[in-house]
């Protein structure tokens, strides 16, 4: 981990904020993500459990899928199963997955690509490992983030952007101590291929061990930072942190982060997924697979799904070992 790196004394740098100008965000939860299974039973982790929507939005749910080495068979993905009124972010770190859907769409995301997909209106989809790889097993990890789409823009058509690893912007900290990956969104002037409804920024930072990356951050968005791996602190008061932990900023400027000096041989360094957007602030309606902002627009999607009108999953679709998904 991961799939796409650089020489950090080579690219861009983003300088370090005025600690006299600008505000330091402070670190307001650290909170450690439960696991689970997801779709045919492949290990998740809930990055988002016991945080408050309010300082989410616009992010609804985000799962880290593995890390884990499947065995031979073992590899599993998700039966077909609907969407409706979100974006849904696919960030494949190792491993590869083939995804379907019920408008014509479909691909291969892998080492550092990204599928961003936007669920609008209504679709059917299918997330899998190839067959190649369920034969001989491997290496699997990934994210999958849900993105809430405005009122306005809920009923839009679907839509894919598949970005490659090689697409990211890849930028690094002042002192060349960290690799960031800019997957969406801007930064100190610099802007990622992910086109987005909601303004948001996506960026995967390798903070090496010992390293401090210190950044601006907009102002009027949200801040959130996921560990990926390794262990490090947070924050200008250096709140612990370590892997599958969610650290959630406050107001301010600018995010710190830091690497701790000693890391594990299995993690070498510090891996975060920094996030962030600018809130809805209006009503939601979370229900499965399912994003409204009212009961009744809930109850609209199950009728809709139920009546085929998400689309036709095709003739040749993706082996899968169970049936479609209920919609909750």
């Known amino acids: 981990m991961p799939a796409i790196t650089a020489d950090t004394l080579t690219l861009p740098r983003i300088p370090a904020p005025d600690p006299a100008v600008v505000e330091q965000r402070p670190v307001r939860q650290v909170t450690t993500a439960p696991s689970g299974l997801e779709g045919e039973g492949f290990p998740v982790r809930r990055a988002f459990a016991g945080v408050s929507f309010a300082d989410l939005d616009p992010f609804i749910h985000m799962d880290q899928m593995g890390e884990v080495e499947y065995a031979p068979g073992e590899p599993k ?33 892998t080492n550092g690509d990204t599928q961003w997909m936007t669920a609008g209106a209504g679709i059917l989809h299918i997330e899998r490992p190839p067959e190649h790889l369920v034969a001989s097993g491997g290496l699997f990890h990934g994210i999958q983030l849900w993105v809430n789409l405005p009122r306005a823009n809920k009923f839009n058509p679907p839509r894919y952007q598949d970005i490659r690893g090689k697409e990211a912007v890849l930028l690094s900290s002042d002192d060349g101590g960290t690799l960031l990956r800019l997957i969406a969104g ?3 002037g610099h802007t990622g291929p992910g086109a987005t409804f909601t303004p948001i920024t996506m960026i995967h930072a ?27 602190a947070a924050g200008v008061d250096r709140r612990p942190v370590h892997k599958g932990q969610l650290a959630v900023f406050g107001p301010g400027g600018a995010i710190t982060l830091s690497a701790d000096r000693t890391q594990s041989s299995a993690e070498p360094n510090l891996e975060v997924l920094l996030l962030g957007g600018r809130p809805i602030r209006e009503p939601v309606v979370h229900y499965g697979p399912f994003v409204m902002n009212t009961k009744a627009e809930i109850i609209q999607a199950i009728e809709d799904y139920q009546a085929g009108r998400f689309g036709v999953i095709p003739a040749e679709r993706m082996p899968h070992t169970g049936g479609e998904a209920p919609p909750a």
């Open 77 to 109: 993905g998700t039966p077909w199963h609907p969407h409706r009124g979100f974006e849904t972010v696919t960030y494949m770190i190792d491993g590869i997955f083939e995804h379907q859907d019920s408008h014509g769409g479909g691909g291969v995301i």
């Open 206 to 232: 390798t903070v090496s061990p010992g390293a401090r990356l210190s950044m601006p951050w907009n102002p009027g968005f949200n801040a959130l930072a996921y560990v990926l791996a390794g262990r490090g």
């Open 186 to 188: 801007e930064v100190a």
